[in-house]
């Protein structure tokens, strides 16, 4: 059966890429919907940031019709700031509106923001019914299982954001006092998946970064689909090697090194047409290291490609990766 979000038809199982701050851009998200992603979601944006217009919340906005289904992320803690928020990026034209009720960093979370409203569900509810109120979009949550141990409250948050109308709820399985730290809890996400009230999708998120797992936990949490994100970064082969696995049993081969440099000029071509050739150039560096994570000896091609000025010399160097790597794994 395959898994709707209002009249978004995801397949029978989606595998979503997870929005990530300063990592899920479109450059990043289009490498990712070419092996495989089924739903991608903005890097979350702030209501704040949108409403006064800040020019770095604004290019978030951006999207592409090569993209879809995608949703725009929003947060904050002004209900009528997402409430404007919400109305502002359904002009730029997503698939749905979504609300980050998970992140765990100070500067959201401690602004009453992101996981906070952990802590405040009555506040949570009021928020989302707004954002509902607000747009023609399907909208969808994405929230952890509570502020801390003590507070796992995800089950309630559940049925009462439900009943104000979301669409789908994406379960990240640790406490904001886990941050990303220890494993991720998949239990209770499988509990709220059996609660009979329940008839929204439910994807679980955490922790999933090989086929096997995914395939083990789909079978022993019983979710809708999986959100995927620090282990696609560098590595967007994953969701074409989870689906290959799910649908064959067999693994498929690891991506050689010409692919590598293949997605990763793919990933800094789309980032300078995006960003202009100085903030491509200089914001790929963070990538570089897990395009080619594994690789024996690379550092000093490494220290190379993060220092390099202009696309011409870092495709210089990836053109001597190829040379170098191709000749020592045949």
Request: glycine fraction near 8%.
């Amino acid at each position: 059966m395959s898994v709707q979000i209002g009249n978004i038809d995801l397949g029978e199982f989606p595998l979503l890429l997870a929005p990530m701050e300063d990592v899920s851009d479109p450059p990043f998200r289009y490498v990712c919907k070419q092996n495989g992603a089924d739903m991608m979601y903005t890097e979350f944006i702030s209501s704040e940031g949108l409403i006064r217009d800040a020019a770095k919340s604004r290019q978030k906005l951006d999207i592409f019709e090569y993209e879809r289904p995608i949703g725009i992320q929003i947060f904050g803690s002004d209900i009528d700031h997402m409430r404007e928020a919400t109305e502002i990026a359904s002009l730029a034209g997503p698939d749905l509106m979504d609300i980050n009720y998970g992140c765990p960093v100070k500067q959201v979370a401690c602004r009453g923001a992101g996981a906070s409203l952990l802590q405040d569900i009555d506040k949570m509810v009021a928020m989302t019914k707004a954002v509902v109120n607000a747009t023609h979009l399907p909208v969808t949550v994405k929230t952890r299982l509570g502020w801390d141990d003590n507070t796992k409250n995800v089950y309630e948050v559940a049925e009462r954001l439900q009943d104000v109308g979301i669409k789908a709820l994406t379960i990240h399985g640790r406490t904001r006092a886990q941050m990303y730290k220890g494993v991720a809890d998949w239990s209770l996400i499988r509990d709220i998946k059996k609660n009979p009230r329940i008839k929204i999708p439910i994807f679980g998120n955490g922790d999933i970064d090989s086929p096997e797992k995914a395939a083990d936990w789909r079978m022993e949490f019983g979710v809708d689909g999986m959100m995927i994100g620090r282990a696609a970064i560098g590595y967007p082969w994953i969701f074409r090697e989870i689906k290959h696995f799910f649908n064959t049993g067999q693994h498929l081969d690891k991506p050689t090194i010409t692919e590598r440099i293949a997605a990763c000029s793919t990933h800094l071509q789309k980032s300078i047409e995006w960003k202009g050739p100085k903030t491509g150039i200089f914001e790929m560096r963070r990538h570089y290291s897990n395009y080619f994570k594994g690789i024996d000896h690379f550092k000093e091609f490494r220290m190379r490609l993060v220092t390099a000025g202009n696309l011409e010399e870092v495709q210089q160097i990836l053109a001597e990766i190829d040379e170098k790597y191709a000749i020592e794994m045949a």
